[in-house]
């Protein structure tokens, strides 16, 4: 199986930084792409970003132009730089992964157990 470890949040001021980092590990075989997804009290979980294999990004127009996602596709890993954050970007993180574990598998969404990411006024 595959798993997704998640680090890198915390608590910061407004207008502040913060870097979240998820390495994936196990049986893979090809990551077809990666991002995260944000959830916060009360709420449906929603995007934030994604990259796909080749590199395409994707965000939500909520954090475009603060939030930077990349990767590393050597160490598997997948990284949130985020920039002029404010207090509704406070969210439990959660990284994800779809990943085929053979040639003859189809590809599967994996799941980080998540990080806190709190911003304060």
């Known amino acids: 199986q595959v798993q997704l470890v998640e680090s890198g949040g915390g608590l910061v001021q407004a207008g502040g930084s913060l870097r979240l980092s998820c390495a994936a590990s196990?049986?893979?075989?090809?990551?077809?792409?990666m991002g995260w997804y944000r959830q916060a009290p009360g709420k449906q979980r929603e995007l934030v970003a994604t990259?796909?294999?080749?590199?395409?990004?994707n965000y939500a127009d909520s954090v475009a132009g603060r939030f930077t996602i990349s990767d590393d596709n050597d160490k598997n890993t997948v990284y949130l730089a985020m920039n002029s954050l404010k207090p509704e970007d406070t969210a439990v993180y959660y990284c994800?992964?779809?990943?085929?574990?053979?040639?003859?598998?189809?590809?599967?969404?994996?799941w980080g157990q998540g990080t806190q990411v709190t911003v304060s006024s």
């Open positions: 994800n992964a779809n990943v085929k574990i053979s040639p003859t598998h189809f590809p599967y969404d994996y």
């Open positions: 196990g049986s893979i075989f090809v990551i077809n792409a």
């Open positions: 990259i796909i294999r080749g590199g395409r990004t």
